[in-house]
């Protein structure tokens, strides 16, 4: 076995062998099976036997039996004859693949017709001549060798041969530990016959017992010198021994000589030169013999393996870790022929060719943004015979590669690279643990609910929980996996699924069980074991894995939960509240905690969204569950938020509507719902409908209507998913404490009236009402059984509505072309104007901005061409925005673009509503079915229609759908499909 120790030990103890008793029966002492092969040195196969004791043996009767690797044919059988006498060979000639090599010397014995395999086999010498059955037999076994992939064997196979080596059978023949493993070497065939000089094992022999100076170390051009260090057994006068050097895989294929010495006295002990040649290949298996020049006096020994380097040796075991900007970096220096190692850091791609000379010319920097040599476009930035260094300077998000080198002398090794991409490595408080429960059902049932309180992903394989029992035990460290999103919940359990308290929910990672009802853990970063946070509980007295004191003794099945989401004071005494096993409601990767300053963005819909400071959006969002407010306020700027459900909302925690983004729930049934929305201060809206609708609703700090400072300073546009066929009740608040809100002729006193903008005309909705409560207060006004729904505005009920400034709207088609003219009369301190296109006219997206052209009071004419209008009959209207604040809107109008491309279109996309037109040209007459599928290719509608041919455009009206991707299919005489979004 090959092991490696270090080198001091080798210095001393590198090679030392105990040996066997002699044999006292004959033995299979040669084995070869390449005869007549490519390269083969002899035409023909053989087996030797050696006798080994001190009588004559008579073979009469005995047999040589051959099976394959892994067969149970022993028929290939030799049926011996003859004897053999002590110390003597006996060589039985085998058969011959071609006639290629040398002839074998003249044999005791032929066969022939049996042939060997030249890499693996079974060989058995027997004292009877019955066929051998069996895979492995044992019957009349003398002796048997088991090479290659043999399935049997003494003790352990001896090694694969090849059609250039046999196996010898150590000490001339003498070692026999009934261990084919040890008591063969493999080197070139050197057949013996009965003539060959005998051998006596009771002879002296020789024991190669250390090795100096390893690795041996040599180039191309030099070589190295080493000290062998021998004992003898035996009487010698001055007898030779010559150092025989095998390959770099440990075989004698060509006996190298590397050194000589001569011997005296009995058991003599001594030390010889040895002359490693140049040029060798770097290896760990190579081997020394030694033997005496008399091989009838005594025997050489195989040394134990040992290392020869060509050159210089690359390092192992590089290991990275990246911690932010900076990238530390630990490996193995080679244990020798090394002067110094180098290296190379290079931004985006591999590192080639080598450094030249003895690298004096190199100047390294460990800032990647220093003074550095340059090699093949990377920087050196580490010179020095060290193990570990940390480079700084480097780029978040960027890949770097690294290639260290090692030098001798001149001689360069050739370098082990790797890459490393830098990511955001967690500092204390980054990931905090915000939920915890040691057995929710059984003792072994736990789970650890995370959250990651930054703007950063994080790989969780840089992190391990610690673990520590009460009085400090510890158990080896467990690693985590997956990346965890910017503030987002991670799940650990020991059960694919939790189901806990109100929690029915995936677990992200599975861990392992074990956390008993008082104890302490930490997650930790790998690397340098820096806790990021720690959690002790129950009675403590022991360890360091607990912040300041620990948590409450945790009640069977109950939890631990932060009082504060994500709040971290580094007390788990006071962090921590126990929560009732009732209650426990757990999170997993599919929410998200949004802290103060947090930008939330999905890439897939959520589940739930948690405020607890001022947050935004920073993407459409859908959450199949619910958002909680607890404090703050989530901005949607641009981008629309659906949800299920909202707990909270007040003027301390709403969504703020602070750009063109809704606010939109689902409403059925009596329970009305609390829309908490607001821009500026808290303007939230109380809706209640009888059917499946689902609302978007967004506020305005702007006021639409007549005289705005008689007017509440709001604009609540509120939008449902279709045309409502019942009429809902929506409530709008306001508060009359706070001046901001009113206007400064606006009369605390007065009825209110609720205006509407219907096709680009205020109109009153229904008659004046009563505010509800407390003037002076918060106050709500209340429409009941309404259906038209877009913009509203509360005036004092003597007020009147703004009047509108545009005039003559005009929308038509040219070429694929739409172009809309207006005309606005006093223009008059207007910022700037929106043209606003819709495809079902509710659902607005602004397509341009226009500037004032005189802002003078003169009468004004403007053009707006649309060159990329959706197919589909499209609505267009003009949206002013005065440098006061106050919003104008014209009229709308409509109009139909002859489409540029001929295929199937849907508008709107997305689709908000239960209305969608689709559109396809040059379309074959026939029947067609109209198909829509869901996400998961179920048919959610199928309708039929006839059609003439040419263009179609034709309506839908939808089922109820839940948002997410579907396809529309024409199927008939041709099939068209196309993908459109229903939110």
Same mark, same amino acid.
């Given at each position: 076995?090959?092991?490696?120790?270090?080198?001091?030990?080798?210095?001393?103890?590198?090679?030392?062998?105990?040996?066997?008793?002699?044999?006292?029966?004959?033995?299979?002492?040669?084995?070869?099976?390449?005869?007549?092969?490519?390269?083969?040195?002899?035409?023909?196969?053989?087996?030797?036997?050696?006798?080994?004791?001190?009588?004559?043996?008579?073979?009469?009767?005995?047999?040589?039996?051959?099976?394959?690797?892994?067969?149970?044919?022993?028929?290939?059988?030799?049926?011996?004859?003859?004897?053999?006498?002590?110390?003597?060979?006996?060589?039985?000639?085998?058969?011959?693949?071609?006639?290629?090599?040398?002839?074998?010397?003249?044999?005791?014995?032929?066969?022939?017709?049996?042939?060997?395999?030249?890499?693996?086999?079974?060989?058995?010498?027997?004292?009877?001549?019955?066929?051998?059955?069996?895979?492995?037999?044992?019957?009349?076994?003398?002796?048997?060798?088991?090479?290659?992939?043999?399935?049997?064997?003494?003790?352990?196979?001896?090694?694969?041969?090849?059609?250039?080596?046999?196996?010898?059978?150590?000490?001339?023949?003498?070692?026999?530990?009934?261990?084919?493993?040890?008591?063969?070497?493999?080197?070139?065939?050197?057949?013996?016959?009965?003539?060959?000089?005998?051998?006596?094992?009771?002879?002296?022999?020789?024991?190669?017992?250390?090795?100096?100076?390893?690795?041996?170390?040599?180039?191309?051009?030099?070589?190295?010198?080493?000290?062998?260090?021998?004992?003898?057994?035996?009487?010698?006068?001055?007898?030779?021994?010559?150092?025989?050097?095998?390959?770099?895989?440990?075989?004698?294929?060509?006996?190298?000589?590397?050194?000589?010495?001569?011997?005296?006295?009995?058991?003599?002990?001594?030390?010889?030169?040895?002359?490693?040649?140049? %040029? $060798? +290949?770097? =290896?760990? @298996?190579?081997? !020394?013999?030694? #033997?005496?020049?008399? /091989?009838?006096?005594?025997?050489?020994?195989?040394?134990?393996?040992?290392?020869?380097?060509?050159?210089?040796?690359?390092?192992?075991?590089?290991?990275?870790?990246?911690?932010?900007?900076?990238?530390?970096?630990?490996?193995?220096?080679?244990?020798?022929?090394?002067?110094?190692?180098?290296?190379?850091?290079?931004?985006?791609?591999?590192?080639? %060719? $080598? +450094?030249? =000379?003895? @690298?004096?010319? !190199?100047?390294? #920097?460990?800032?990647? /943004?220093?003074?550095?040599?340059?090699?093949?476009?990377?920087?050196?930035?580490?010179?020095?015979?060290?193990?570990?260094?940390?480079?700084?300077?480097?780029?978040?998000?960027?890949?770097?590669?690294?290639?260290?080198?090692?030098?001798?002398?001149?001689?360069?090794?050739?370098?082990?690279?790797?890459?490393?991409?830098?990511?955001?490595?967690?500092?204390?408080?980054?990931?905090?643990?915000?939920?915890?429960?040691?057995?929710?059902?059984?003792?072994?049932?736990?789970?650890?609910?995370?959250?990651?309180?930054?703007?950063?992903?994080?790989?969780?394989?840089?992190?391990?929980?610690?673990?520590?029992?009460?009085?400090?035990?510890?158990?080896?460290?467990?690693?985590?996996?997956?990346?965890?999103?910017?503030?987002?919940?991670?799940?650990?359990?020991?059960?694919?699924?939790?189901?806990?308290?109100?929690?029915?929910?995936?677990?992200?990672?599975?861990?392992?069980?074990?956390?008993?009802?008082?104890?302490?853990?930490?997650?930790?970063?790998?690397?340098?074991?820096?806790?990021?946070?720690?959690?002790?509980?129950?009675?403590?007295?022991?360890?360091?894995?607990?912040?300041?004191?620990?948590?409450?003794?945790?009640?069977?099945?109950?939890?631990?939960?932060?009082?504060?989401?994500?709040?971290?004071?580094?007390?788990?005494?006071?962090?921590?509240?126990?929560?009732?096993?009732?209650?426990?409601?757990?999170?997993?990767?599919?929410?998200?905690?949004?802290?103060?300053?947090?930008?939330?963005?999905?890439?897939?819909?959520?589940?739930?969204?948690?405020?607890?400071?001022?947050?935004?959006?920073?993407?459409?969002?859908?959450?199949?569950?619910?958002?909680?407010?607890?404090?703050?306020?989530?901005?949607?700027?641009?981008?629309?938020?659906?949800?299920?459900?909202?707990?909270?909302?007040?003027?301390?925690?709403?969504?703020?509507?602070?750009?063109?983004?809704?606010?939109?729930?689902?409403?059925?049934?009596?329970?009305?719902?609390?829309?908490?929305?607001?821009?500026?201060?808290?303007?939230?809206?109380?809706?209640?409908?009888?059917?499946?609708?689902?609302?978007?609703?967004?506020?305005?700090?702007?006021?639409?209507?007549?005289?705005?400072?008689?007017?509440?300073?709001?604009?609540?546009?509120?939008?449902?998913?279709?045309?409502?066929?019942?009429?809902?009740?929506?409530?709008?608040?306001?508060?009359?404490?706070?001046?901001?809100?009113?206007?400064?002729?606006?009369?605390?006193?007065?009825?209110?009236?609720?205006?509407?903008?219907?096709?680009?005309?205020?109109?009153?909705?229904?008659?004046?009402?009563?505010?509800?409560?407390?003037?002076?207060?918060?106050?709500?006004?209340?429409?009941?059984?309404?259906?038209?729904?877009?913009?509203?505005?509360?005036?004092?009920?003597?007020?009147?509505?703004?009047?509108?400034?545009?005039?003559?709207?005009?929308?038509?088609?040219?070429?694929?072309?739409?172009?809309?003219?207006?005309?606005?009369?006093?223009?008059?301190?207007?910022?700037?104007?929106?043209?606003?296109?819709?495809?079902?006219?509710?659902?607005?997206?602004?397509?341009?901005?226009?500037?004032?052209?005189?802002?003078?009071?003169?009468?004004?004419?403007?053009?707006?061409?649309?060159?990329?209008?959706?197919?589909?009959?499209?609505?267009?209207?003009?949206?002013?925005?005065?440098?006061?604040?106050?919003?104008?809107?014209?009229?709308?109008?409509?109009?139909?673009?002859?489409?540029?491309?001929?295929?199937?279109?849907?508008?709107?996309?997305?689709?908000?509503?239960?209305?969608?037109?689709?559109?396809?040209?040059?379309?074959?007459?026939?029947?067609?079915?109209?198909?829509?599928?869901?996400?998961?290719?179920?048919?959610?509608?199928?309708?039929?229609?006839?059609?003439?041919?040419?263009?179609?455009?034709?309506?839908?009206?939808?089922?109820?759908?839940?948002?997410?991707?579907?396809?529309?299919?024409?199927?008939?005489?041709?099939?068209?499909?196309?993908?459109?979004?229903?939110?």
């Amino acid at each position: 076995m090959n092991k490696r120790i270090p080198l001091l030990v080798l210095l001393c103890l590198s090679v030392i062998f105990s040996f066997a008793q002699s044999p006292d029966h004959v033995v299979i002492s040669q084995v070869y099976g390449g005869g007549g092969n490519d390269n083969a040195p002899f035409k023909n196969d053989f087996v030797e036997l050696y006798n080994p004791t001190g009588s004559n043996v008579s073979l009469v009767g005995w047999s040589l039996q051959y099976a394959s690797a892994t067969g149970s044919n022993w028929g290939n059988k030799v049926l011996l004859t003859g004897s053999i006498g002590p110390g003597q060979y006996f060589l039985i000639k085998l058969k011959s693949e071609n006639p290629i090599g040398a002839d074998l010397p003249t044999p005791d014995q032929a066969a022939e017709e049996i042939g060997m395999s030249a890499t693996a086999g079974k060989v058995a010498l027997l004292n009877h001549n019955q066929n051998l059955t069996g895979i492995c037999p044992t019957a009349g076994v003398i002796d048997l060798v088991g090479y290659g992939g043999a399935n049997c064997q003494e003790g352990s196979n001896a090694a694969a041969i090849t059609s250039q080596n046999a196996l010898l059978r150590l000490n001339h023949g003498c070692k026999d530990d009934n261990n084919n493993a040890t008591d063969f070497y493999v080197a070139a065939p050197n057949p013996r016959n009965s003539a060959a000089p005998t051998h006596s094992c009771s002879g002296g022999n020789i024991v190669v017992s250390n090795i100096e100076s390893l690795p041996v170390c040599i180039n191309n051009i030099s070589g190295a010198l080493a000290t062998v260090h021998f004992t003898a057994t035996g009487s010698f006068s001055s007898n030779a021994v010559s150092a025989y050097l095998s390959d770099a895989a440990g075989v004698f294929s060509q006996n190298v000589p590397v050194g000589n010495t001569t011997i005296t006295g009995t058991n003599p002990a001594g030390a010889m030169q040895i002359n490693i040649p140049a %040029g $060798l +290949p770097s =290896g760990t @298996g190579y081997r !020394l013999r030694l #033997d005496g020049v008399s /091989t009838t006096t005594f025997y050489g020994q195989v040394s134990n393996t040992f290392e020869v380097i060509n050159g210089a040796k690359n390092i192992t075991g590089l290991k990275m870790f990246a911690n932010n900007t900076a990238l530390t970096i630990n490996w193995t220096n080679p244990p020798g022929c090394f002067d110094e190692v180098v290296l190379v850091c290079k931004e985006g791609s591999g590192i080639n %060719g $080598l +450094p030249a =000379g003895d @690298g004096s010319q !190199l100047v390294a #920097d460990l800032s990647f /943004t220093g003074n550095g040599s340059i090699l093949d476009g990377g920087k050196v930035v580490y010179k020095g015979n060290m193990s570990g260094q940390t480079i700084t300077g480097l780029t978040r998000g960027m890949v770097y590669y690294l290639k260290i080198f090692t030098r001798k002398g001149n001689n360069w090794s050739s370098g082990v690279q790797a890459t490393e991409t830098m990511r955001w490595m967690p500092s204390a408080g980054d990931i905090v643990i915000n939920q915890f429960n040691p057995g929710y059902s059984t003792g072994s049932d736990e789970y650890i609910e995370l959250v990651n309180t930054t703007g950063h992903s994080f790989e969780l394989s840089d992190l391990n929980i610690l673990y520590q029992s009460s009085s400090g035990g510890s158990r080896l460290p467990e690693g985590l996996s997956g990346t965890l999103l910017p503030y987002s919940y991670w799940l650990l359990a020991t059960k694919p699924t939790v189901a806990v308290g109100i929690s029915n929910i995936n677990a992200d990672v599975v861990i392992n069980d074990g956390y008993t009802p008082n104890a302490q853990f930490a997650i930790a970063r790998k690397f340098d074991n820096v806790v990021i946070d720690a959690l002790g509980y129950g009675t403590l007295t022991g360890g360091n894995l607990t912040e300041t004191a620990a948590a409450g003794q945790i009640s069977s099945g109950d939890g631990l939960k932060r009082k504060a989401e994500g709040v971290d004071q580094n007390n788990n005494s006071t962090d921590f509240e126990t929560v009732a096993n009732a209650n426990i409601d757990l999170r997993n990767s599919q929410s998200r905690l949004a802290k103060e300053g947090a930008l939330i963005s999905a890439a897939t819909n959520l589940k739930r969204i948690y405020v607890t400071g001022n947050a935004q959006i920073a993407s459409n969002m859908v959450l199949t569950e619910k958002l909680v407010l607890q404090a703050g306020k989530l901005a949607l700027n641009d981008f629309y938020l659906t949800t299920q459900n909202i707990e909270g909302g007040n003027a301390n925690a709403y969504v703020q509507t602070n750009g063109t983004g809704s606010l939109a729930i689902p409403v059925t049934g009596a329970t009305p719902i609390l829309f908490p929305v607001g821009r500026s201060t808290y303007n939230p809206v109380t809706l209640q409908h009888p059917g499946s609708l689902s609302w978007s609703v967004n506020v305005l700090d702007a006021v639409q209507a007549a005289n705005p400072d008689g007017a509440v300073q709001r604009t609540w546009n509120i939008t449902p998913s279709a045309v409502p066929t019942t009429g809902a009740t929506v409530s709008f608040q306001y508060d009359e404490g706070d001046e901001a809100q009113l206007g400064a002729a606006f009369d605390a006193a007065d009825k209110v009236q609720v205006y509407h903008r219907h096709d680009g005309v205020w109109n009153k909705a229904g008659a004046p009402l009563n505010p509800a409560g407390a003037a002076g207060g918060i106050r709500t006004v209340t429409l009941s059984n309404w259906t038209q729904f877009s913009a509203f505005v509360l005036n004092g009920a003597a007020q009147g509505p703004l009047p509108v400034k545009f005039a003559g709207l005009r929308l038509f088609a040219q070429g694929t072309n739409l172009v809309l003219q207006f005309t606005v009369h006093n223009e008059l301190g207007v910022d700037h104007y929106k043209v606003e296109t819709s495809a079902d006219g509710h659902n607005w997206e602004v397509r341009a901005l226009l500037k004032p052209q005189s802002n003078n009071g003169a009468t004004v004419q403007y053009e707006f061409r649309d060159a990329r209008p959706l197919v589909a009959d499209r609505y267009y209207r003009v949206q002013a925005m005065e440098e006061t604040g106050v919003v104008s809107f014209s009229g709308v109008a409509s109009a139909r673009a002859r489409i540029a491309n001929a295929g199937l279109q849907v508008a709107p996309n997305p689709v908000v509503g239960a209305a969608l037109q689709y559109t396809c040209g040059i379309l074959p007459a026939g029947n067609y079915t109209v198909r829509i599928f869901n996400g998961a290719g179920q048919p959610v509608l199928v309708t039929r229609m006839a059609h003439a041919g040419g263009w179609l455009s034709a309506n839908l009206v939808l089922p109820h759908l839940h948002s997410g991707w579907y396809v529309l299919e024409l199927a008939g005489p041709q099939v068209v499909r196309q993908t459109f979004l229903v939110r």
